[in-house]
């Protein structure tokens, strides 16, 4: 063995000088130590026990909420004729959205070799993972019996009735449970090797057992890892159009409808662009403080916030596009009951909602054009929470005011979200934050096997030539 | 082994540890050269080029995620026309009972799923895994495999395994250690 090459391989300093991805120094095991570390410690932090109490909580309300829907049905909410869509489908189509920014980053950076993905892939797709559920749940509970809820899936049954498949309700069940499915067993595929890892760090029996179960028995053989890497790659392409299907079948829920402010060409990309744009909002409202909690600057750099914060930017403006086309098509097409709705929007109940959603959206997203603001995480945190709001705006204005005043004078009406509402909505918050901080103490959050791969240690010497 | 007579070795393989992927590498390119073929490479991430330099050639997983996505297509599309077209016509707003392009949506996500669970869960099978116990993990040393080292196991059951002359081959490519692997 040649010492000096040695010494070459396993300390060399970044990954490259323009794009830190990586701060300098790593090796192959001070990245498997310092990740595996936060998972493998013994002792529980002060800190992160207490904010998994406050939203272990607030997720109660969430129990509550749902228990007294099951007793009473959906008239506890706020939710009447004609505005028969209020929080339920407000909050579906956020959360789901927010589920996008995880898939996108795993699955379509991955095929683009963006390689600084692989610090914020895995919990990005936790995130995801969890955005769907409490997305799901929503439309479960809208349904009013929940216990039917399997109805909506093709089954064979004593009544002999069948799903209705030319409804947009019917393909959204398929596009959001093909959406969850795919999420989990890509995420679950990416964790095997890690699994291996903590299994033969862990000290602590008890762990070494779960994780040695979950792992499957991964040994890294070359084999194993050839199949794998094919497995991973198709996997990311059959998710690329997966994730831009599921917000499309979404929107589709409102454009195949003929509901003035629904009925429009131009929702299925504007959907999609701003799922990502508030996906990428709540991977930056997880990633900034969690990378100073663990002090993960090393790997989770100022770069990957500023490129998240540059996805922002740039889906926020299709985002406005989206807008001005409507508001423009609303004028230009000349439909009465299109421009009444419009003006409705503009100057109606809600109005300030709207024009809430306008002014964050339009306005102060272009705040992000600023390298300053991209490059300091105390403002990016605070612009994505901005986003995030000014994202659930968004769905509010786009399901209830066009339901409020639609054809008829005498059916037109008022929404008014009540106390169940808000607690439903918020204990979902209340579940995703509680299943984020479950998920960061029990499995790595950041994936090790691809952070190792980002060292040019990991790839051999171009001429490795061997003669007989 | 003589006389084409496999007598139980009271070992799995030989065992020999490195440091960085090259070095692995250059040994298992080295292994196959000599003539050995039943051997196999472990490292804590993929090594481009290990795999064929042991000689894997056949990766099936794209073809059987081909076949698990057409399965997929072919659910979706038949068990829709068979609903619309026979055990439960609807007619919604006059359109055919054969409105296929209403159900392009669903043919699509299902040739996802179906394509996705066939990569996973073939990907898993063809590996073998899970697998709670290989001969593997009873050498110390193994336990970095899933950290920072690199491994070339050569077994028993290649024709050429001798233990002292694969030892000895192995001693060649200036190992970090060498292990010899029981069941």
């Known amino acids: 063995m040649n010492p000096t090459r040695h010494i070459d391989e396993t300390q060399v300093p970044p990954v490259s000088h323009q794009v830190p991805v990586l701060a300098p120094g790593h090796t192959f095991e001070t990245i498997t130590d310092k990740i595996s570390s936060i998972v493998l410690t013994d002792g529980i932090s002060l800190g992160w026990l207490a904010l998994l109490v406050i939203s272990a909580g607030v997720a109660g309300l969430l129990a509550i909420a749902a228990t007294y829907l099951l007793y009473k049905g959906v008239g506890i909410w706020g939710i009447n004729i004609p505005i028969g869509w209020g929080f339920a489908i407000v909050n579906f189509v956020w959360w789901i959205g927010i589920g996008h920014a995880g898939t996108l980053i795993s699955a379509i950076l991955l095929l683009l070799k963006q390689s600084w993905r692989n610090s914020i892939n895995r919990f990005a797709e936790a995130m995801t993972l969890f955005a769907v559920m409490c997305a799901g749940l929503f439309p479960v509970l809208h349904t ?325 | 082994m003589s006389g084409g007579v496999r007598i139980a070795s009271p070992v799995y393989g030989l065992m020999a540890e490195f440091e960085t992927p090259t070095d692995v590498l250059v040994a298992a390119k080295k292994a196959f050269a000599e003539g050995y073929r039943n051997m196999d490479a472990y490292s804590p991430q993929p090594v481009h080029g290990l795999a064929e330099a042991i000689g894997f050639k056949k990766n099936r997983v794209a073809l059987v995620c081909l076949v698990g996505g057409l399965l997929g297509l072919a659910t979706g599309l038949g068990l829709q026309e068979w609903i619309n077209l026979s055990a439960y016509p609807l007619n919604i707003g006059g359109r055919p009972f054969n409105s296929w392009p209403s159900f392009i949506i669903v043919c699509f996500e299902l040739t996802i799923l179906f394509g996705g669970l066939s990569a996973c869960i073939g990907m898993f099978a063809m590996n073998g895994l899970p697998m709670p116990y290989h001969p593997v993990f009873n050498v110390p040393e193994f336990a970095s495999a899933t950290r920072d080292r690199f491994f070339l196991c050569i077994e028993s059951v290649d024709p050429k395994f001798d233990m002292t002359a694969t030892r000895s081959f192995l001693e060649s490519l200036a190992p970090a250690s060498i292990a010899e692997v029981p069941y």
């Open chain 1, 144 to 468: 009013g019996r929940p216990w039917l809820a399997y109805w909506l899936f093709p089954y064979p049954n004593t009544m002999q009735v069948w799903p209705q498949f030319r409804s947009p309700l019917v393909w959204d069940v398929f596009a959001v449970s093909t959406y969850f499915t795919i999420s989990l067993i890509f995420w679950y595929t990416g964790l095997v090797p890690d699994l291996g890892t903590l299994r033969d760090s862990a000290k602590n029996k008890v762990a070494r057992f779960v994780y040695g179960v979950l792992s499957l028995g991964w040994r890294g053989s070359a084999r194993h890892w050839s199949r794998y890497e094919t497995a991973y790659l198709l996997l990311a392409g059959l998710s690329t159009p997966l994730v831009l299907s599921v917000h499309t079948v979404v929107s589709f829920d409102f454009a195949v409808g003929i509901v003035p402010g629904w009925h429009t060409t131009i929702f299925p990309p504007y959907f999609v662009a701003g799922a990502i744009y508030s996906g990428f909002a709540m991977v930056l409202v997880l990633a900034i403080p969690i990378r100073a909690a663990y002090n993960l600057r090393d790997f989770i750099t100022d770069r990957h916030l500023e490129n998240c914060a540059k996805f922002m930017l740039a889906t926020g403006l299709i985002v406005s596009y989206g807008y001005i086309i409507e508001a423009f098509t609303a004028w230009y097409g000349g439909n009465r009951y299109e421009i009444n709705m419009f003006w409705n929007r503009m100057t109606g109940t809600y109005a300030p909602f709207y024009w809430g959603l306008i002014f964050c959206n339009i306005g102060f997203v272009n705040i992000l054009w600023w390298p300053k603001i991209r490059k300091s995480p105390v403002a990016l945190f605070f612009v994505s929470v901005i986003i995030l709001i000014a994202m659930w705006l968004e769905r509010f204005v786009i399901v209830v005011i066009s339901l409020q005043k639609d054809f008829l004078i005498s059916s037109w009406g008022e929404y008014i979200p009540t106390r169940w509402d808000w607690a439903t909505y918020i204990g979902t918050l209340g579940f995703f934050f509680a299943a984020f901080l479950l998920f960061i103490r029990v499995l790595p959050m950041i994936s090790i096997f691809e952070m190792r791969d980002l060292l040019p240690a990991s790839r051999p010497h171009e001429k490795v030539e061997v003669h007989s």
